[in-house]
């Protein structure tokens, strides 16, 4: 059989406008601020016709246009050779997804097919942009009440990442808010984002989320889980699930916070790894009775959990009562980002169609584009 072979590589940057939004420790709303935000695209082209697209944000171009002479002239199905080559790397990744892509537009079959299907429907969770200094979310009441929002919506799932708020015990009193305004009703989780300086105030905000009854602890104090000595520590004196990984960079060292019971869930990171590289630790974490939970929004995300049994919620990231769009339009079939893209049980379907599923904006992008790179072999 003839296998195909890579013949050229589109890389187009682009930016997008977020209104209300600006950056400090992290991402704050801030009502007079827009915040421009940077983006690419990518599009592999087989000399079988079959074309592999991808877009994500906070990706650099020039990086993603630097990498193609990897992969022009290879085959494009060669996945496994390309990780083992560079396990850890967001460029890497963007290319590992848009060859997934590839291959599922080669067949036509969704990305979930090609792994093995387990489900076509997966529960998302409500996960908040920083506690602002004005307007909704910077009071731990107002969390409360945007909590309540989205479970009227039919979330299950509420995240908080209160940053803005230097001192713990504001972080304290809106974890207690929230147990007592949804708590038993939805699953609610804090990502601390590792900004606590201490071990001591990572506890105190710990016990506070055994109080709440909260569903996990992400990713607790500075240390940023680079230490699994400590996590083991701390899972040893509170009750809550530790979620952690997000800050350590490959697959072996996330297993290995696993394996040496610093952490209860562990974090997978599709635009770091790729799929290639998240299925591996799913499936490890799996044989060691473990549930892995993918980062950030997009189809990705989705066919790795259509094709796992162990994760249990999609992350609609960064939202907010006055930020409707973070993420920028680029799917013209689909949804997947805002925060109205689950249905009243707080599902979301997965793209059925071939490939990742979703028909990108290239309008869009090339309308905001800041620049196209054409790589050919
Ligand atoms: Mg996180």
Redo the contacts with the bound molecule.
């Keep these: 059989m003839t296998m195909p072979t890579i013949v050229k590589v589109e890389i187009e940057g682009f930016t997008w406008d977020v209104k209300g939004l600006t950056h400090g420790r992290a991402y704050h709303y801030d009502p007079d601020s827009t915040l421009t935000r940077r983006a690419a695209g990518i599009r592999i082209y087989a000399d079988n016709g079959a074309v592999g697209e991808y877009a994500s944000w906070g990706t650099d171009p020039t990086a993603v246009a630097g990498m193609a002479e990897r992969y022009l002239g290879e085959n494009p199905l060669d996945r496994e050779r390309f990780y083992q080559g560079i396990k850890a790397s967001p460029v890497v990744a963007m290319y590992d997804i848009a060859l997934w892509d590839l291959a599922g537009k080669m067949t036509g079959l969704p990305i979930h097919a090609l792994i093995g299907t387990y489900r076509t429907k997966v529960p998302a969770y409500a996960s908040t942009i920083d506690g602002a200094v004005k307007g909704p979310l910077s009071t731990p009441e107002s969390y409360a009440d945007f909590a309540e929002q989205c479970r009227e919506m039919g979330y299950r799932g509420f995240k908080i990442?209160p940053f803005a708020w230097r001192d713990v015990r504001t972080h304290i009193d809106a974890v207690l808010a929230l147990g007592r305004r949804v708590g038993g009703t939805m699953d609610l989780m804090l990502?601390s984002?590792c900004l606590y300086e201490t071990f001591a105030d990572a506890l105190k905000v710990g016990r506070a989320c055994d109080e709440a009854g909260f569903y996990w602890y992400?990713?607790p104090y500075s240390d940023g889980g680079i230490t699994p000595f400590s996590h083991a520590r701390l899972r040893e004196m509170i009750r809550t699930p530790l979620?952690q990984g997000?800050k350590v960079s490959t697959v072996e060292q996330r297993m290995d916070l696993i394996l040496q019971k610093a952490t209860d869930f562990v974090?997978g990171d599709l635009r770091l790894h790729g799929l290639t590289g998240t299925l591996k630790l799913a499936h490890a974490a799996e044989s060691v009775g473990m549930d892995i939970e993918p980062?950030s929004s997009g189809p990705e995300q989705l066919h790795f959990m259509a094709a796992v049994k162990n994760a249990n919620y999609y992350e609609v990231v960064w939202v907010h009562p006055n930020v409707p769009d973070f993420a920028p339009p680029i799917y013209k079939n689909v949804n997947l980002t805002r925060l109205d893209c689950i249905d009243e049980g707080g599902m979301i379907a997965v793209p059925d169609g071939p490939g990742l599923g979703v028909e990108y904006d290239w309008d869009y992008i090339s309308k905001h584009s800041t620049g196209k790179i054409e790589c050919s072999a």
């Design positions: 990442h990502d984002y992400e990713d979620l997000e974090r980062h």
